[in-house]
Nanobody
């Protein structure tokens, strides 16, 4: 079993930065694929970025060049560095883990574990 707990959300002005963390329990963290999703009110959940167990990454076009996903396997922690934030980045952000895969996972159904979410609000 893997439990995921996000932190680091908050209120920031447009153009600012935030760093989200996702702490994972369990010794299998290093071998599972991870991702960050977000969901804004009235909108569908969308994949923001994903990382394989080996560090390969995927980014949605809307965040390329602004967001960076990384993982520290020694600390069982996933990170999302968000720079140049825009009001349209406002959403609840969730981290997710896939025990089924070590490659980059871009399909929500392939993720086994989800955190409870952390709110990011970007004011204009």
């Amino acid at each position: 079993q893997v439990q995921l707990v996000e932190s680091g959300g908050g209120l920031v002005q447009a153009g600012g930065s935030l760093r989200l963390s996702c702490a994972a329990s369990g010794s299998i963290f290093s071998i599972i694929a991870m991702g960050w999703y977000r969901q804004a009110p009235g909108k569908e959940r969308e994949l923001v970025t994903a990382i394989s167990s080996g560090g390969r990454t995927y980014y949605a076009d809307s965040v390329k060049g602004r967001f960076t996903i990384s993982r520290d396997n020694a600390k069982n922690t996933l990170y999302l560095q968000m720079n140049s934030l825009k009001p349209e980045d406002t959403a609840m952000y969730y981290c997710a883990g896939s025990l089924r895969h070590t490659i980059v996972v871009v399909t929500a159904l392939e993720y086994n574990y989800w955190g409870q979410g952390t709110q990011v609000t970007v004011s204009s």
